[in-house]
């Protein structure tokens, strides 16, 4: 029971902190990409973090905030509305392996909370279930803005379910199976297996449907704030209005997760399967080791390089150096201690151990990598017009789905 | 032996305790000052004319429905896709293409009438 | 025992939600108790071990048809003071006693019946593999008819979307 509760809460948690970090790096990224600085006010004794503390403060700010319920909504709804929101975005990480399966005393332990046998379909179920919070947010509030907003969204989400839902058939088509191990398993660590090769097709069409399903721009139709003000959630204030913005980079991250599970070989390391990695576990965690000593030194000696004495004139100077510092330290430590201690002894349990974790790591890199695609491409391509959204839907990506699927299944027969 | 579906109870219950405890976060810390054009509609600023209580496009009722139709077909789909392969390998292959391709034309007749129908132009 | 302890719990689910459903009078505040009640028989599907089953409940009935139908609502948009309320009348209340009363009369030789156990579900029951082999060897023609009857749908559906 403890380590079913410890399965349910840690990807949980995990999920939960990346969020303000996410957004974090969303303001960061859309002040580089448009040749600004980005937020870097927000401070702690005078250290910034480069704007890190923003989120945090946010944070603080918007539950301090005030909750108004305007008297025109209703208010049953009004308070529902989030609630599925955020509720639904909660519970879509269920079925996500995040590591190969490891063997402790006979038993087999799973990195996954539920190995549900529908795997994929709970987290489809689930999202379709988002639909209702948006048109509730949109009709409860009362608002033209917000009903319209509602309405597009909604629409938009379930025009883009079904190219979403022919996509993964192809995926489906190729595994054989529902569960997401399964289809893990499938792809195994050679590059040329994973999905995105065998079905580059279902792939575009799948990426483009998890941006629609996100209500992400160019998608953000629902929200056009030069049509709509912010679409659904206008009338939110508040923990309300941040629920709806937690529960879209909830979604963001469990479809960049979908993404690399089913296309990019989940935690498939690139080339080395789990075996390889369990027989070679010793070398392997002594070139880990060291290379994270390694790169730790790189990023320490180039924020200590950074360090000119009165560039700003106050404590900002010495910014580079408190975060600069610790990690040279740090990483010439690992490294020492790495080079001196030699070989490493992993017992049995020990290798087993080291390939999950790596596993884990490599997964959490492609995750990370499709978020910032999702924020990349929010900040790259201008928004569509409703009318041309409709049309890519209905009819650019339902009859490339439907040959998607046809498509594979030929080839596989042949 | 537990149920496998007993963590995706657990899990309803945790989302649902956590999303409640931020509902009610902000209920309690943040402050109650309310007043007349604070809870009034917001239309940027303008009078609000009339209520949100409109009727809307019949579009958006025609796409719903379509909706229901091409998802029930993906639906139908999923148990084929997946035991496709098995059946390749008991040398079935071709019999379940030509099934679902029977299925599959069907429907895509039916897409085909929709579109030339003009459903899908969005005006 | 759990398992019985589950079965009333979402059973009785089911049933509170239906019934709130049914003495809503706003339509939209109806609708949301439909998708509880749908919820409650999806967690009845599986404790009968039949999650494909439970899944496509959520799926299908909750995601997809219950949208529409809130949409419908919504597109209505009836206003209470428009919607029309009955009358409770002696005809009436006779009506529903005499069914009240046949329900009853059903429920009681139901109950008499002895309850035979069923045997234990073999491996895989209810898991899409066993679903798709049935649906495509024994129930195979069914299931061609079933895209038929999804092409007469669409159709109709245009016909009726696009006659205003």
């Known amino acids: 029971m403890l380590v079913l509760i410890l399965k349910i809460l840690i990807p949980f948690l995990l999920i939960f902190n990346l969020l303000p970090l996410l957004i974090w790096v969303e303001r960061k990224g859309s002040a580089y990409i448009q040749d600004r600085r980005g937020p870097n006010r927000a401070s702690f004794f005078g250290i910034r973090l480069g704007g890190l503390l923003h989120t945090i403060s946010d944070v603080i700010k918007l539950i301090t905030k005030e909750d108004i319920i305007p008297a025109h909504v209703n208010k049953p709804f009004f308070i529902l509305a989030p609630f599925l929101v955020l509720f639904v975005a909660c519970v879509t990480y269920a079925v996500i392996p995040f590591a190969h399966p490891i063997e402790i005393n006979g038993g087999i332990f799973t990195f996954q909370a539920a190995d549900l046998n529908v795997g994929i379909l709970y987290i489809l179920a689930m999202s379709s279930l988002g639909v209702f919070g948006v048109l509730l947010a949109g009709w409860s509030s009362n608002n033209k803005y917000s009903l319209l907003g509602g309405l597009r969204s909604s629409a938009q989400m379930f025009s883009y379910e079904i190219a979403m839902g022919l996509a993964l058939l192809s995926v489906l088509l190729l595994g054989g199976s529902l569960e997401l191990s399964a289809l893990i398993d499938d792809q195994t660590a050679a590059v040329w297996r994973w999905n995105f090769i065998r079905n580059p097709l279902a792939f575009i069409l799948f990426l483009t449907a998890v941006f629609a399903e996100a209500n992400r721009l160019p998608f953000d139709l629902p929200e056009g704030e030069s049509e709509l003000v912010a679409g659904y959630h206008v009338e939110y204030s508040s923990m309300k209005f941040a629920m709806f913005f937690m529960a879209e980079y909830a979604h963001m991250i469990v479809g960049s997760a979908l993404i690399t599970a089913l296309f990019f070989g989940g935690w498939q390391v690139p080339f080395l399967s789990t075996e390889f990695l369990r027989t070679n576990a010793e070398s392997g965690l002594f070139m880990v080791l060291l290379a994270h000593g390694v790169l730790f030194m790189i990023i320490g000696f180039f924020l200590l390089g950074k360090f000119k004495s009165g560039k700003y004139g106050d404590k900002r100077d010495y910014e580079v150096i408190v975060i600069g510092l610790p990690m040279t330290v740090i990483g010439l430590a690992l490294g020492l201690y790495t080079l001196l201690h030699g070989s490493f002894q992993l017992g049995d349990m020990g290798r087993q151990v080291f390939a999950a974790v790596l596993q884990f790591g490599v997964f959490m890199a492609k995750i990370l990598f499709f978020c910032w695609v999702f924020i990349w491409i929010r900040w790259t391509l201008p928004r569509f017009r409703y009318d041309q959204l409709m049309h890519l839907g209905w009819k650019v990506m339902i009859p490339l789905g439907l040959a998607s699927v046809a498509g594979t299944a030929i080839v596989m027969v042949l | ?123 | 025992m759990s398992e019985i302890f589950l079965f009333y719990l979402f059973g009785g689910l089911s049933v509170l939600m239906t019934l709130l459903m049914i003495f809503q009078t706003n339509p939209v505040a109806s609708a949301i108790y439909l998708v509880g009640a749908f919820f409650g028989l999806a967690a009845l599907y599986v404790l009968l071990s039949a999650p494909f089953v439970a899944v496509l409940q959520v799926l299908v009935y909750a995601g997809a048809i219950m949208v529409l139908f809130t949409f419908v609502i919504m597109l209505l948009n009836i206003r209470k003071e428009e919607l029309v309320y009955d009358r409770v009348t002696w005809r009436k209340t006779a009506v529903v006693l005499t069914a009240l009363f046949f329900a009853g009369f059903l429920i009681w030789h139901f109950l008499k019946i002895p309850v035979v156990p069923f045997a234990p579900v073999e491996e895989g029951f209810g898991e899409v593999h066993k679903v798709g082999r049935l649906m495509f060897s024994k129930y195979l023609i069914p299931f061609e008819l079933t895209s038929v009857l999804l092409l007469v749908a669409i159709i109709g559906a245009l016909v009726l979307g696009k006659k205003e």
């Open chain 2, 1 to 123: 032996m537990e149920h496998p579906f007993l963590p995706i109870l657990l899990v309803f219950v945790m989302a649902a305790l956590f999303t409640g405890a931020f509902l009610g976060l902000s209920a309690i810390l943040g402050p109650k000052k309310p007043n007349p054009s604070k809870l009034s509609v917001y239309e940027c600023g303008l009078e609000p004319v009339g209520d949100a209580r409109e009727r809307f496009s019949v579009k958006f009722f025609l796409i719903a429905m379509l909706f229901i139709l091409f998802d029930i077909e993906v639906v139908f789909l999923i148990p084929w896709a997946v035991t496709y392969k098995g059946f390749i390998a008991e040398g079935m292959g071709l019999f379940m293409l030509i099934e679902m391709g029977i299925f599959m034309v069907i429907l895509a007749i039916g897409l085909l009438y929709v579109w030339r129908k003009g459903a899908l132009d969005w005006r």
